[in-house]
C-alpha cells in the first residue's frame, strides 16, 4: 500500500507578545520542521516566541538535497542565531538528532544561547534492520500506514522522494557529513558549558544508547538524562510522548527535573 498523505514542512515562528526570549528548534538530516509543532505550542503557551528553521536542502528534491554540504547548514543555524539575537536576549535550543549536534556546536560561539533541549543526539550511531528496512521502504515510496515505524519516517522525511533509486547514492557525501558533525560534537563535549536536557529513546534505529554513555564521560556543564524506553528515532508511543511533552514544559519553566 503506498501512503500518500504527506506533512508540509515548511519553517514557522509564532512571536509572543513580551516573550521572555525564542526557542529555536533545529531538526536532524531528511527531517522538516513539523515534527516540533507540539513543542512549540509548549514554549509559546509559557510566554516564549518559536522558531522552526528547515535546514538548506530540505523540504525539496533528493537532487537539491545532495549537493548541500554540511558548513551550509551550520552557517544557517549561525545565520538564525545572529538574526534572533537582534530581538531577544535569551536563545534555547530545542534539537532532534542532527539538529542537536548543530546546536551544541553552535552554543560554543554563542553566548546568548542559555540552555537546549536535546532529543536522539547521535553521538553513537547505529543501523538497526528495522531502521534499514523502513528507510527503503521510504525511498521506494512504499509504506503501509499500519506499519507505525515506517510511517513515523515518512511523515518526519521532508526531502521528495527520487525518481531514481540511484539518485541516493548522491546522498553518500551527505552522510559522511553527518559523521564529521558526530565526531566533532564528540570532540567538544567537555566544552559546553549551557545547562542540557538530554533524552534519549531505548527503542532507536539509528542513535545507540551508548552516546548517554559519551555524554557522562565528557560532560562537565549541568545535565538531565530521559530515557524513553518504548520510543523510537520518529516514533514516540502516546504515554511517552505525554512524557517528553511534560518534561520539555518543566524545562522551559525552569521547574526542577527529577529523571
Not at 81 to 91: G, W
Request: overall charge positive; some cysteine; aromatic content about 12%.
Amino acid at each position: 500500500m503506498e501512503l500518500t498523505k504527506r506533512v508540509a514542512h515548511k519553517p514557522f515562528i509564532h512571536e509572543v507578545p513580551h516573550a521572555k526570549g525564542v526557542v529555536l528548534f533545529i531538526h536532524g538530516i531528511l527531517e522538516g520542521p513539523y515534527q516540533f509543532r507540539g513543542l512549540a505550542d509548549i514554549a509559546n503557551q509559557n510566554g516564549y516566541s518559536s522558531y522552526a528553521i528547515l535546514l538548506p536542502g530540505h523540504g525539496d528534491s533528493a537532487e537539491r538535497f545532495s549537493r548541500i554540504e554540511k558548513q551550509v547548514w551550520l552557517n544557517y543555524v549561525e545565520q538564525t542565531i545572529r538574526r534572533l539575537s537582534k530581538d531577544y536576549q535569551q536563545i534555547i535550543i530545542v534539537g532532534h538528532s542532527m539538529g542537536c549536534l548543530l546546536g551544541l556546536l553552535t552554543s560554543l560561539r554563542y553566548p546568548q544561547i542559555k540552555k537546549a533541549f536535546l532529543i536522539s543526539t547521535p553521538l553513537k550511531l547505529k543501523l538497526s534492520f528495522r531502521g534499514l528496512r523502513c528507510s527503503i521502504k521510504v525511498a521506494r515510496g512504499k509504506v503501509d500506514e499500519k506499519d507505525i515505524y515506517t510511517t513515523a519516517i515518512y511523515r518526519a522525511w521532508s526531502i521528495k522522494r527520487a525518481k531514481h533509486l540511484i539518485t541516493y547514492l548522491r546522498w553518500i557525501p551527505r552522510y559522511l557529513d553527518l559523521f564529521s558533525l558526530v565526531r566533532e560534537t564528540n570532540k567538544k563535549l567537555g566544552e559546553i558549558k549551557i545547562p542540557l536536557t538530554i533524552v534519549h529513546c531505548k527503542d532507536d534505529e539509528f542513535v545507540s544508547d551508548e552516546s548517554i554513555n559519551v555524554f557522562k564521560r565528557h560532560l562537565t556543564c549541568k545535565y538531565n538524562v530521559l530515557e524513553l524506553p518504548k520510543s523510537g528515532h520518529f516514533y514516540f508511543t502516546e504515554d511517552e510522548k505525554r512524557q517528553l511533552n511534560s518534561y520539555f514544559e518543566k524545562f522551559i519553566t525552569n521547574k526542577k527535573v527529577r529523571y
